[in-house]
């Protein structure tokens, strides 16, 4: 069984950082897609950055230069590195495995941006 836990959210004001952390279980990382997601109120679910297998990353063009995906091996866990946070990156946070399809999902995590 699949099991994906987030943590690190909290509330930090405009132009701050924040590292997210999703340990998993049931997996092993290195061998999967991984990947965080988040959905804002009133909005869909959106991919903000995935970590392939192989290592390669893609971000969203609006995270593009200030978040960092990054993935602990020995600690079978991928993590989320925030910089320069905007208002706009307000949502709950979601650690994916395998994909949208896969039904792989942790818990979710808030991430409230001040202006």
């Known amino acids: 069984q699949v099991q994906l836990a987030e943590s690190g959210g909290g509330l930090v004001q405009a132009g701050g950082s924040l590292t997210l952390s999703c340990a998993a279980s049931?997996?092993?990382?290195?061998?999967?897609?991984m990947g965080w997601w988040r959905q804002a109120p009133g909005r869909q679910r959106e991919s903000v950055a995935t970590i392939s297998s192989g290592g390669n990353t893609n971000y969203a063009d609006s995270v593009k230069g200030r978040f960092t995906i990054s993935r602990d091996n020995g600690k079978n866990t991928i993590y989320l590195q925030m910089n320069l946070l905007k208002p706009e990156d307000t949502a709950v946070y979601y650690c994916?495995?395998?994909?949208?399809?896969?039904?792989?999902w942790g818990q979710g995590t808030q991430v409230t941006v001040s202006s």
């Open positions: 994916n495995a395998g994909g949208w399809t896969s039904g792989n």
């Open positions: 049931g997996i092993i990382v290195r061998f999967d897609d």
